[in-house]
């Protein structure tokens, strides 16, 4: 088991858009190992590699407990229901707080697997919610970014009173 620094808030990293990942080998499964055991370890149900500081487009959900966990690489929403819903959303990268978010209540996305074989995924509910927040984080976007200014600075000054805390 290998757990890594998570990259807190308000470090600049999370604010890089992610490479792509062109190469589908050991050093990929041994990083997709690692995030699942820092995920694990925070605890969380979703991580990307820049959480842990590496800009590359790799996601690791676990959703349903131990066993179920998914890895995607590279993913991209490929399309989008009209209807959205709000669902509480937190991060590894900024333990502590969470708030209600309004996102699209189903996607479908690509990916490829840890093999490169591009694959795609129709998703709905929580799924659907975290696979926009992770892909968002891939492209650069914390998840506070999409809470209005008012709700971001009132939640960022509780999750710096937690640190002070700590």
């Known amino acids: 088991m290998t757990t890594r620094p998570i ?4 470090d600049p990293r999370l604010k890089l858009v992610a490479a792509p990942v062109t190469a ?3 050093e990929l499964r041994a990083l997709a190992s690692d995030l699942l055991d820092t995920m ?3 605890p969380g149900i979703g991580i990307t590699a820049p959480h842990i500081g590496i800009a590359r487009r790799v996601v690791v ?3 349903e407990g131990p066993g179920s966990a998914r890895t995607y690489v590279n993913p991209q929403i490929l399309s989008a229901s009209e209807e959205t819903m709000l669902h509480t959303e ?3 990268s900024m333990p502590g ?5 309004r996102r699209h209540a189903r996607v479908r996305i690509g990916y490829q697997d840890l093999q490169g074989i591009q694959r795609t995924e ?3 509910g929580l799924l659907a919610v975290c696979h926009q927040h992770e892909i968002d984080q891939l492209d650069g976007m914390f998840w506070i970014q999409r809470l209005s200014k008012l709700k971001r600075d009132r939640l960022i000054k509780r999750y710096e009173k937690l640190q002070q805390a700590i």
């Open 24 to 26: 589908f080998d050991d």
């Open 122 to 124: 129709e998703a709905e």
């Open 97 to 101: 707080v969470t708030d209600e978010i």
């Open 7 to 10: 990259v807190k808030f308000p």
């Open 90 to 92: 937190g991060s590894v």
């Open 40 to 42: 694990r370890a925070a």
């Open 61 to 63: 959900l676990e959703l």
